[in-house]
């Protein structure tokens, strides 16, 4: 069974400051992994995927993502944030063979970004 | 399109009471899956649907949750009874494909009283 762990339920950080949000996954097989950010009352919107190729991963808002497959992850980065940036950010796996398509989500990032 | 469509947005009932939510996917979409979300556990995967037929209900957190797929365009969720540890925001999302990601509907903030 696959699992995903968000090591951080918090990171505050001010306006213009890089920020990092960590995730890390356990599965027995190969997986495709997605990062979704949700702001408040709303649903659950993709930022980025990784499926295959690069390990790097270019999103929407100016984040980014690196899949590194020796240590399960794939954290989120952005250089610069905004206020807007204020969301939780949910990281997920799905297993990339033939097995289920279900996708499995972590418990969620709230990043609040301060001015 | 419209994206995935849920309804009702808000819901609130009292205990004991049957409660239906109900989900309208993207049109070609042939997966479904329910969620439901707490502050306690998360995004929590209840039941997916491929092609209208449930392929995993192990999420499904006991007999008085029942899920329905009778067509292509249209699923229900139901809690009959309802109880109050059943109020939470349920997701409905759909996906064209594996290699896809999901795409969700807003929600259903379904309060038990």
């Known amino acids: 069974a696959q699992s995903v762990t968000q090591l951080d339920s918090q990171v505050p950080v001010f306006e213009e400051a890089p920020v990092e949000l960590r995730c890390n996954y356990s599965s027995s097989v190969s997986v495709y992994l997605f990062w979704y950010v949700q702001y408040p009352n709303q649903g659950l919107q993709l930022l980025l995927k990784?499926?295959?190729?690069?390990?790097l991963v270019k999103g929407i808002n100016g984040f980014e993502a690196e899949f590194n497959k020796s240590q399960t992850s794939f954290h989120l980065r952005k250089p610069s944030v905004h206020i807007s940036d204020t969301a939780e950010y949910f990281c997920?796996?799905?297993?990339?063979?033939?097995?289920?398509?279900?996708?499995?989500f972590g418990k969620g990032t709230k990043l609040t970004v301060n001015p | 399109d419209a994206g995935v469509i849920q309804s009702p947005r808000h819901e609130v009932t009292e205990m004991g009471q049957e409660v239906t939510l109900r989900c309208k996917p993207i049109s070609g979409h042939n997966s479904l899956f329910w969620y439901r979300q707490t502050m306690m556990r998360g995004l929590e995967l209840l039941i997916y649907f491929n092609n209208n037929v449930p392929i995993d209900d192990s999420g499904m957190p006991e007999d008085r949750f029942s899920a329905k797929m009778p067509n292509a365009s249209f699923s229900t969720l139901k809690i009959q009874p309802s109880e109050p540890r059943d109020s939470a925001v349920y997701f409905c999302?759909?996906?064209?494909?594996?290699?896809?990601?999901?795409?969700f509907g807003q929600g259903t903030r379904l309060t038990v009283v």
């Open positions: 999302a759909s996906t064209p494909g594996r290699r896809t990601e999901a795409f």
């Open positions: 990784y499926l295959s190729g690069s390990t």
């Open positions: 997920a796996v799905s297993d990339r063979g033939g097995g289920s398509e279900k996708l499995v």
